[in-house]
């Protein structure tokens, strides 16, 4: 039973997330992890969920944590944007149904140790093994093909 309320509840509804981008203003790079799990597999910025009761930058602090193994501070979390995804498929059962989020994007500057950090704390279940956290200008970005809105954001965080 619990499962189907489960599902009726996510094929209704908007799913709401906080994201995370981290940056490198002087260098204008973007560090990106490879996701493992649906919706948003590969090339991907750190975030999750929000629950209920959460503002977006306390949602933000806690898929940070729980991603990365770094505890930071909210002001460190700069609100850049809105973005909003339909996504085919999902994790949850039945996966072909699809889901919608609507996602507060956040974004941050590391320290070198903070990277290193973040690097090796990678929540496992959610990123490919190995991969880590790499650099990405915009080139790369578009050599590789990332989701359009990874392109949108750089360019409202680095505007030419």
């Known amino acids: 039973r619990n499962g189907r309320v489960y599902t009726a509840v996510v094929d209704h509804t908007i799913v709401v997330c906080t994201d995370a981008v981290i940056a490198n203003r002087e260098r204008r790079t973007f560090c990106l992890a490879k996701r493992a799990t649906r ?5 991907w910025w750190i975030g999750g969920r929000r629950k209920k009761g ?16 770094l505890d930071l501070p909210s002001e ?8 909003e995804y ?10 072909g149904n699809g889901t919608q989020t609507l996602c507060h994007q ?7 140790e ?8 990678l929540e496992a279940r959610e990123y490919e093994p190995g991969y880590g956290l790499q650099e ?3 080139d790369r970005l578009v050599q590789e093909a990332v989701h359009p809105v990874i392109i949108d954001v750089y360019d409202t965080v680095f505007p030419t």
């Not at 903070?114 to 704390?121: F, T």
Request: proline share 5%; charged share 35%.
């Open 39 to 43: 919706p948003m597999r590969d090339l």
């Open 54 to 69: 959460e503002t977006p930058l306390e949602g933000m602090r806690r898929n940070f944590k729980r991603e990365t193994g």
């Open 76 to 83: 460190r979390f700069v609100f850049v944007t809105m973005t």
């Open 86 to 95: 339909l996504w085919q498929d999902r994790e949850q059962e039945p996966q």
């Open 106 to 112: 956040f974004v941050i500057e590391l320290t070198e």
């Open 114 to 121: 903070e990277l290193g950090i973040a690097r090796n704390g």
């Open 136 to 138: 990405f200008n915009r």
